[in-house]
């Protein structure tokens, strides 16, 4: 918006620079009573706060603002703004009267088409080139508080589809030191294409405002070995609501996820042994439904349904209330091992040792057990 706005004053000083001009031309050839429309010009072209001067047949004319802020130095500015294209926008370093070296930015136009006669204006950005460099100095000082930390800082500007990417997020997408990413296909592109659903499913979300927070793991596509990263961002909106940019950070969780995977691993290996022993195994809560039965006592009861049922659901009245008794003796008074019998789909009795043992989670007991079968009753 400020680019904007110093755009159209600079284009509203051309234009009165221009009619300036004209009326100076017009003098040439109009009797004397025409002083009064440059007088005018010229009453504008002082009034202008921006410093301001055009050379015309080799003579310069300046404004107050131009005198107040050069002063002695005026001479030798114009000097500086003669060696400028005489068309264009020009950033210099120029010293102003009080001995302060300023950051500006001149705009220069030809006069009504003269290779020599042209008009330049003198715009002081010192405070703006000092917020950049704040700015820059800021995001160093984030990038290496986040290097102590593991992550890594990207910031997407959505208004010119550019995204800034720390060196520490270059290194761990794979990109080298002379490479400048600043796109979002930068990023995309290093997805792997089994998560690539995910990392589009969560972006869009959060981009329409269903998520508070953008948070996804994904592969990095080509790694060696493979690299796995949790990306972070939160979008910033504007003026109707509309997402203008987003802020966020990557971090390689690869020992994480490599972790994970070996606990997955020997979950399933444990499971794979529970569900192939030739004993009737189970868990159930406190209140007698089952919520893991394996393969074994499936089959004993004819692979009825069983999940979330008690022994009331599963069993006759007489076995249901033998099986609620070792519960009671096993959760309250430490009793572990039972003698129980069991009738199988088919109606036989069968006899089993039981052992049970307690689990104490974070809001519940668990019982947990294996019923052994005996070949007979003692």
């Known amino acids: 918006m400020l680019q904007i706005v110093l755009f159209a004053t600079i284009a509203a000083l051309v234009f009165i620079i221009l ?23 010229e009453t ?16 310069w004319v300046t404004n107050k603002a131009f005198t107040h802020a050069f002063g002695t130095m005026s001479k030798e500015t114009a000097e500086l703004l003669n060696t400028l294209p005489r068309s ?41 080139h000092k917020s950049k460099a704040l700015l820059m100095q800021q ?25 800034f990417y720390s060196s520490k997020w ?61 990306v972070r961002g ?23 996820k490599s972790e994970e995977v070996l606990e997955h691993a020997e979950h399933e290996r444990f499971i794979a042994f529970v569900e192939h022993i030739p004993a009737l195994c189970f868990i159930k809560n406190a209140q007698g439904h089952y919520l893991y039965m394996n393969q074994a006592y499936q089959k004993f009861l004819g692979f009825k349904t069983w999940k979330n049922k008690t022994a009331m659901s599963l069993f006759n009245e007489r076995t249901a209330a033998d099986i609620a008794e070792t519960d009671r003796l096993s959760l309250y008074e430490g009793v572990l091992e039972h003698d129980i019998t069991l009738p199988t789909a088919e109606g036989f009795n069968t006899h089993f040792h039981l052992y049970q043992f307690v689990i104490d989670e974070e809001n519940e007991k668990l019982l947990c057990g294996f019923c052994i079968n005996k070949p007979f009753k003692e």
């Open 234 to 256: 939160k979008v910033i909106v504007g003026k109707n609501e509309q997402p203008i940019r987003m802020v966020g950070t990557i971090r390689d969780i690869s020992n994480r």
């Open 139 to 163: 995001k160093e000082r984030l990038e290496l508080a986040l290097e102590g930390s593991d992550e890594a800082l990207w910031d997407w500007d959505m208004k010119n589809e550019i995204i």
């Open 44 to 59: 504008i072209l002082q009034a202008l706060p921006l410093p301001l001067c055009y050379k015309i047949n080799a003579k």
């Open 88 to 128: 264009g926008e020009h950033t210099h370093k120029m010293l102003f009267d009080n001995d302060i070296t300023k950051q500006t930015l001149i705009y220069t136009a030809p006069l009504l088409g003269s290779s020599t006669d042209f008009v330049a204006i003198i715009v002081d950005i010192a405070h703006l």
């Open 19 to 41: 009619y300036l001009y004209a009326s100076l031309q017009k003098l040439q050839s109009e009797p004397r009573s025409s002083h009064q429309t440059l007088l005018d010009s």
């Open 170 to 230: 270059k290194h761990l997408m794979g990109y080298e030191a002379k490479d400048h990413p600043s796109t979002l296909s930068s990023w995309l592109n290093l997805v792997h294409s089994k998560d690539m659903a995910l990392v589009n499913e969560r972006l869009k979300a959060h981009l329409d405002g269903k998520s508070d927070l953008f948070v996804v793991d994904h592969r990095v596509r080509g790694s060696d070995p493979l690299r796995w990263v949790n």
